[in-house]
């Protein structure tokens, strides 16, 4: 697999002047909260996503204080989805450490998140470029949309895989896209290298949403949720939509959907609906899908110059469909 260290080496000093201007975005606030947003920055995660926004701009010109400034900002609004998506889910955990909302209550937790997320606008308004500001509303919008077309499917026990494949692209694939895009245009790209990048990373948020969801139904000592998480949160993802639309065995099925309409998530029926969908195909499925977009992601790149940067972002590719949790 892929070393995290190796990819970053082409941006190596700009991820370091990165992480220097996100610390300093989280410094000087209210002593009233500050040891709230220090706790958020101490939970930090591997920053995947300004290191593509990064290799980006790499790859299609100079990385410059504008694409520093962009990075700033969808990291800033990534972090207070996450925060809001815990409330949501009532997760207590978070990247190995106790959830905001588990340490302090919801409400601290919605309202940091919020204060991060008018961080990022405020942030995002010294770039001045109105297409920038553009792509920061839509992903806002679009972020907010798929969490509730998500909740929707856990409440309606929607079983649709192009209702999925919506879901995820407004929930996940929607932030990769956006990293992609303003990093082609902070470098000035022309508009139809910008267009192809934000496919690019649009299939690749693809990828890693598929491969979290791919997490719920093997062992995974390491990932920092457990087997069957978002099952028990009533989630349909794929591989259970593949199955339940494709199992040979009708009564199995109705069966299999009667547990998830009535949230009858024991440990006993997780398992069941675990096995279901492995043995009905749904999880080969997945895999399947998670190459055919990581294909159609690559190929868009395909023609770009070999260089360091390329290279780099073919790695972190590989490392994201890889990745073990």
Do not use: W
């Not at 302090?104 to 995002?124: F, M, P, Q, R």
């Not at 099925?253 to 024991?266: G, M, P, R, V």
């Amino acid at each position: 697999m892929n070393n995290l260290l190796h990819i970053i080496k082409p941006v190596e000093k700009e991820m370091k002047a990165f992480i220097d201007l996100y610390k300093e975005s989280l410094q000087g606030h209210s002593p009233d909260f500050q040891s709230i947003i220090d706790y958020i920055s101490e939970t930090d995660g591997k920053k995947i996503r300004p290191l593509l926004l990064l290799l980006t701009a790499k790859i299609c010109g100079d990385i410059n204080y504008n694409t520093l400034n962009c990075a700033l900002v969808l990291e800033l609004l990534h972090n207070a989805t996450l925060i809001h998506d815990d409330v949501v889910d009532d997760t207590k955990e978070r990247r190995g450490k106790i959830s905001i909302n588990a340490k302090y209550d919801n409400k601290t937790a919605v309202l940091v998140g919020d204060y991060i997320l008018s961080i990022a606008i405020a942030k995002a308004v010294t770039t001045q470029n109105m297409q920038m500001l553009g792509i920061v509303s839509n992903l806002a919008l679009n972020l907010v949309e798929g969490e509730l077309r998500q909740l929707s499917i856990s409440t309606g026990a929607i079983i649709n895989e192009s209702y999925y494949f919506d879901v995820i692209r407004k929930k996940t694939a929607i932030l990769l896209s956006s990293c992609t895009e303003m990093g082609a245009l902070s470098a000035g790209a022309n508009q139809e290298t910008v267009k192809n990048f934000r496919l690019f990373g649009e299939y690749l948020g693809i990828c890693f949403q598929i491969k979290d969801d791919l997490f719920d139904y093997f062992d995974q000592g390491e990932i920092g949720k457990p087997t069957g998480n978002d099952i028990r949160e009533g989630k349909v993802t794929l591989p259970l939509i593949y199955a339940l639309q494709h199992a040979p065995d009708k009564r199995e099925s109705d069966a299999i959907l009667q547990i998830i309409k009535n949230a009858d998530f024991t440990g006993e029926n997780i398992h069941l609906l675990i096995d279901f969908a492995k043995n009905n195909g749904g999880t080969d499925y997945a895999q399947q899908k998670m190459a055919e977009y990581k294909q159609k992601a690559i190929g868009l790149i395909e023609n770009f110059l070999n260089s360091e940067g390329k290279e780099s972002l073919l790695n972190l590719v590989d490392y994201i469909i890889e990745r073990n949790k």
